[in-house]
């Protein structure tokens, strides 16, 4: 059920770079409040859902390119663990927006769309920040156990702006907490419904009631200056597929 209180603090992800002054390449304070972008889809969620099932399937048998067999000891997010999705944990060796589905296609265009309506509210230029975007897809259940508690997907002292959001294929009737700044928000998740909103407020999923999968793809829109500091290039290789981290992203075209 919805926990009113304010949400325990987080932990920091893996801290990938020693030197906090590398993190961000411009300094960027919101001067607005905090806002979801949204876009409601018309895409087959069936079809989807079944892709989705295969693609989990050949990531679980390590059968996807860049994907390296399942290792629960061995993972390098320990928090991602607490989620008991495999192809949420191993959300940094693939990347829907490279799947060939046309679903794909359409849900990454309304993810560059967003990004620009984003924005344009935050007062930024989006083509000046060459954004780059990583997807995956998560698939819990209760049968399964596990969810996301409070994260967020850039550091607390990260230093620029960076976009975050989800499309949910079966998500309804469930809720997706954020914290504001000390203060909970809550999205009540729609199915075909892609939103994306600005890191620096972590998120949890909430309880849901029902039997099945709860399926969600997830993504991260962030400026390509980010991944060329020195700082993050330097970060050490934690596992094999790591090697693939610089393969990893796609661009957002630029609006010519
Ligand atoms: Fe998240």
Redesign the pocket.
């Known amino acids: 059920m919805l926990n009113k209180e304010v949400p325990p603090p987080y932990k920091d992800n893996v801290n990938y770079v020693e030197d906090l002054t590398m993190m961000g390449g411009r300094r960027f304070e919101p001067k607005v409040e905090h806002k979801f972008f949204y876009r409601d889809l018309d895409l087959d969620l069936n079809k989807i859902s079944d892709d989705l099932h295969r693609e989990y399937e050949r990531i679980k048998n390590a059968e996807m390119r860049g994907v390296a067999p399942f290792n629960r000891e061995k993972s390098y997010t320990e928090f991602f663990k607490e989620s008991n999705s495999i192809s949420t944990i191993k959300s940094r060796e693939y990347n829907v927006f490279q799947m060939h589905y046309d679903w794909a296609h359409d849900l990454f265009t309304a993810v560059n769309q967003m990004a620009q309506e984003a924005c344009e509210y935050y007062g930024v230029n989006f083509n000046d920040y060459r954004f780059i975007a990583q997807s995956w897809f998560n698939i819990n259940s209760k049968d399964k156990g596990g969810k996301?508690h409070f994260?967020?997907?850039t550091r607390k002292d990260y230093g620029d702006i960076a976009f975050?959001g989800?499309f949910s294929v079966s998500a309804e009737p469930s809720q997706t907490h954020y914290d504001v700044d000390g203060v909970l928000k809550v999205n009540e998740n729609k199915n075909n419904r892609a939103i994306l909103s600005k890191t620096g407020y972590p998120?949890a999923q909430g309880d849901w009631e029902w039997d099945g999968p709860r399926i969600t793809i997830?993504y991260d829109v962030i400026p390509l200056h980010t991944m060329q500091q020195e700082a993050f290039l330097k970060m050490p290789i934690l596992e094999e597929t790591d090697k693939l981290w610089e393969q990893h992203y796609n661009p957002l075209p630029k609006k010519f």
């Open positions: 996301l994260h967020d997907h975050h989800y998120h997830a």
